[in-house]
C-alpha cells in the first residue's frame, strides 16, 4: 500500500470555465467534475494561448463529485477543482482504469460536501502487485473487472480484520 502521492504525480488543472470556452463539435474534450460521461460535459475549440492538459493521465475531482476519477487517452482542458494525475512509472491504458477505479471507490470518505482538494494526495491505495490475481487485460472501459484468487475461487469478504480508519 502507498499514498497516492507515490504513485502519481499530481497536479491542478488549466481551471477553465466552460461559459467562457467555444463549443466545437470536432474540438477537444471539456473535463469538469461531473460523475458521468468520463467527465466530458462538451467539446470545445482548441485555445491558442491554454495549453491542455497531457493524454495518458486521470482526471479527480476535488469537489462537485468527490473524487471522480477518469482516464483520458486525448489532450483536454478541465475546469475548476479538477486534478491531474500522471504515472511516476510507465502504466498501460487498462492499469490506469483500474486505477481510477480504486481511487473512486474511496468517494465515501468525502461525503456531507467535504472536498478531497488538500487530502487526496494522502490517500493509501494498493499498489498493482498487491492485488489478488487479475488479467488487467479484462479491464474495460466501463470498470468491469473479475478478480480470482490464486486457485481461481471466488474471493470473499471478511470483516473480522477490517481496521479503524
Known amino acids: 500500500m502507498k499514498k497516492l502521492s507515490k ?4 497536479w491542478y ?6 461559459i467562457n470556452c467555444q463549443l466545437d463539435e470536432d474540438g477537444i474534450p471539456f473535463v469538469s467534475r461531473t460523475g458521468n460521461n468520463n467527465g466530458v460535459v462538451a467539446r470545445v475549440a482548441r485555445m491558442s494561448d491554454v495549453e491542455p492538459n497531457p493524454p495518458h493521465t486521470l482526471s479527480l475531482a476535488g469537489g462537485g463529485s468527490v473524487l471522480s476519477c477518469f482516464y483520458h487517452d486525448e489532450e483536454y482542458y478541465s475546469g475548476r ?9 510507465p ?8 486505477y481510477s477505479y480504486i481511487i473512486s471507490a474511496n468517494k465515501y470518505k468525502y461525503n ?3 472536498q478531497a482538494n488538500k487530502t487526496f494526495r494522502d490517500l493509501i491505495i494498493p499498489e498493482l502487485h498487491e492485488l489478488p490475481i487479475c488479467d488487467l487485460e479484462q479491464v474495460n472501459s466501463d470498470y468491469t473487472f473479475e478478480l480470482k484468487s490464486h ?3 471466488a474471493l470473499s469478504l471478511s470483516t473480522n480484520e477490517w ?3
Open 91 to 98: 502504466m498501460t491504458k487498462n492499469e490506469m482504469l483500474l
Open 151 to 153: 486457485n481461481n475461487q
Open 112 to 114: 456531507y460536501g467535504r
Open 13 to 18: 488543472g488549466v481551471n477553465l470555465e466552460l
Open 81 to 89: 477543482d479538477l486534478f491531474i494525475l500522471s504515472p511516476k512509472q
Open 163 to 165: 481496521g479503524m480508519f
Open 7 to 10: 504513485i502519481f504525480d499530481c
